[in-house]
């Protein structure tokens, strides 16, 4: 895939609301189907009761890389080597705890290789297909180019990933994932650690009692009881180091535009402006992530706004702050002390002034350097990464679309029905000036904040780009590649009275300003149009154009616009049957009795060019089309 630049953030929410119901007028319905309509489980149960394995069933449809369209001959270099028997080699770049390689290990294979250069790992990337790094590796755009496609996962065995080019991860469809969970209480303890050894000048001392010397008025410490703490970033860490606080008797304040009040609440710590924070507060904890937002953050002009003496810890990532900057207002006095675990390049300098400064107190990136953190960070780690090679979407993703393990599950059928209706859908345009715009309508009965269609607008686009190019798509890099093919897709719910128990009612894909060569799927809006539904778990088409159906989405499909007489289910039947060409399921609908229909047939096999040319045939079939799902 050809690297170029990526102008806007995957998945953008872009729905038009609508409150009206489906009132378009049906076609009636005769079909003749095997779906077991007796079935004393309601879809809603089923739904809620998914588990692991109906997870898996989606996920694998969201990442599978490859192309089921492509011959047996035309094998893709970026195939899923799990679904080809191979196990997937993995390089770990940087010290991972022997639990986590034990995990890898007995999935693929494993190569330790540490302290590579820029040189060395783009030339070992071109035969993986998992990278795991930590914070010392780079992994920039090139070495996504030089993966050539076959590196599909990336996992920072940690929380920060500003080593790692999401953008360039994004659009070569390679997925991010992190671990943000297993060391949040170990960086929590060493920044409550750091907090009280910066306020009693505990390295200072131990280095000076080391050294022979008896300072006890030299270094005077403060007390923190009382005392204000700004805690700047409230996320997992952040919440963690002010419920510790609170225990030593700190007021805790907060700032992080992203914080729920109610969680700040419950610790009891006050949410405020970032001016307020860092103006009011005595001791200032950074937990924030490196963005280009958060860049240099704190620089000489937010020290200026800071209280005379305020105390500053950092255990979050170095870039936040200016440290030129920061060695000025340590000089000045508006800083009275610095504790530091991160650095903007680490290691520092030899000669750093900010590293030397006497009222500086430093460690070498130990946040999550704990035995426990260690262990479940590499553990945490490799379940991720092992879960994007096998196809599930990791709740760690950090450049794909944060799908809760819940949602997937509920959405798990209806991933695999937006996918086939986008390639059926494609598969219907006859060629001309090409594919511009898409419309994708959900029908549901839930509200505008009650079901997050991102992942089943990814598996649409995934339908109906694939078919057609030898672009892998998957859940990662749908977005971009549809915007770099110039297809603009846009969602439209509508409201139905439905059960709100089920989370999509239907799903139809519209390609507009397009010819088709099944002219029966053009629907009176003159666009091509194509109704889905989930039916007992499994993913149904339901309407072609003007015309009722009812087929399972399973194998492949043929569509026959005929005129509606007696014998035909039959006739096509026997043609299909000959040919030893298993019919699964069939549905005919119809306008009216005796005038047109359509029967859709779902078929096994691939119908051979004898079976087609005898269904093109038969004098009442006025036009067929042969779809590959």
């Known amino acids: 895939m050809a690297s170029s630049a990526c102008t806007r953030a995957i998945f953008p929410s872009s729905f038009t609301a609508s409150s009206s119901s489906n009132s378009e007028s049906k076609s009636k319905l005769s079909h003749v189907s095997f779906i077991n309509t007796t079935s004393s489980i309601p879809i809603c149960r089923k739904l809620s009761h998914a588990c692991s394995s109906k997870r898996t069933l989606v996920v694998n449809n969201v990442f599978k890389t490859v192309n089921p369209t492509k011959t047996s001959g035309g094998s893709s270099k970026s195939e899923d080597v799990a679904s080809l028997g191979q196990k997937p080699t993995i390089l770990v770049s940087e010290k991972l705890g022997e639990a986590g390689l034990k995990v890898l290990r007995g999935f693929g294979h494993v190569e330790c290789a540490y302290e590579l250069s820029q040189e060395e790992l783009c030339s070992k990337i071109s035969c993986c297909d998992a990278l795991i790094v930590r914070s010392g590796t780079k992994v920039t755009r090139e070495v996504f180019e030089a993966g050539k496609g076959r ?183 508006i800083v009275a002390q610095a504790a530091l675990d991160v650095f903007t390049e680490e290691p520092p300098s030899k000669g750093s002034k900010l590293v030397q400064h006497e009222n500086v107190t430093v460690t070498p990136h130990l946040g999550a350097s704990t035995k426990e953190a260690q262990e479940g960070v590499a553990i945490e780690i490799a379940e991720a990464v092992l879960g994007a090679l096998k196809g599930e979407l990791s709740a760690t993703a950090v450049n794909a679309p944060m799908v809760a393990p819940e949602v997937l599950s509920e959405l798990a059928p209806y991933v695999v029905l937006a996918e086939k209706l986008g390639r059926l859908a494609v598969q219907l345009v006859s060629g001309g000036s090409g594919i511009k715009s898409v419309k994708v309508v959900y029908r549901s009965a839930r509200g505008p904040d009650d079901l997050d269609t991102r992942l089943l607008r990814a598996m649409v686009t995934k339908g109906l780009i694939e078919p057609i190019s030898n672009t892998i798509v998957n859940l990662v890099n749908a977005d971009y590649i549809a915007k770099q093919k110039g297809l603009r897709i846009s969602e439209e719910r509508v409201v139905v009275d439905s059960s709100p128990e089920l989370p999509v009612d239907s799903i139809q894909v519209q390609i507009s300003s397009v010819d088709s060569k099944f002219a029966s799927a053009v629907s009176e809006g003159g666009h091509i149009s194509i109704d889905g539904k989930v039916k007992f778990g499994e993913p149904h088409l339901t309407c072609v154009g003007s015309f009722d159906v009812d087929v399972s989405l399973e194998g492949n499909l043929i569509l026959c616009r005929q005129v509606d007489q007696p014998g035909m289910i039959g006739r096509v039947g026997n043609i299909l049957g000959e040919q030893n060409v298993n019919v699964s399921f069939m549905s005919v609908g119809r306008t009216s009795r005796r005038k047109k229909a359509i029967m859709a047939i779902g078929v096994d096999e691939e119908p051979n060019k004898e079976a087609l040319d005898n269904i093109g045939a038969v004098p009442a079939i006025e036009e067929f089309v042969f779809l590959k799902l």
């Open 151 to 333: 590196l599909k996962v990336v996992g920072r065995a940690g929380v920060g990933i500003d080593n790692v080019d999401l953008q360039a991860a994004t659009e070569f469809g390679c997925l991010v994932v992190n671990a943000p969970t297993a060391n949040t209480i170990a960086a929590a303890e060493h920044g409550i650690a750091l907090l009280a050894a910066m306020a009693r000048n505990i390295a200072q001392a131990d280095a000076s009692t080391k050294a022979g010397k008896w300072q006890r008025s030299k270094y005077v410490g403060v007390s923190m009881v009382g005392k204000t703490l700004a805690v700047m970033g409230f996320g997992k860490v952040g919440s963690e180091v002010a419920r510790r606080a609170k225990g030593l008797g700190m007021h805790v304040i907060a700032h992080d535009p992203y914080a729920p009040a109610d969680r700040a609440r419950a610790i009891g710590v006050d949410l405020v402006s970032f001016d307020q924070a860092i103006a009011t507060a005595d001791f200032i904890s950074l937990h924030m992530p490196l963005t280009p937002t958060t860049n240099k953050v704190f620089n000489d002009d937010t020290f200026s706004k800071m209280k005379k003496g305020v105390r500053i810890v950092n255990v979050a990532r170095g870039g936040v702050i200016d440290e030129d900057a920061l060695v000025r207002a340590l000089d000045s006095g």
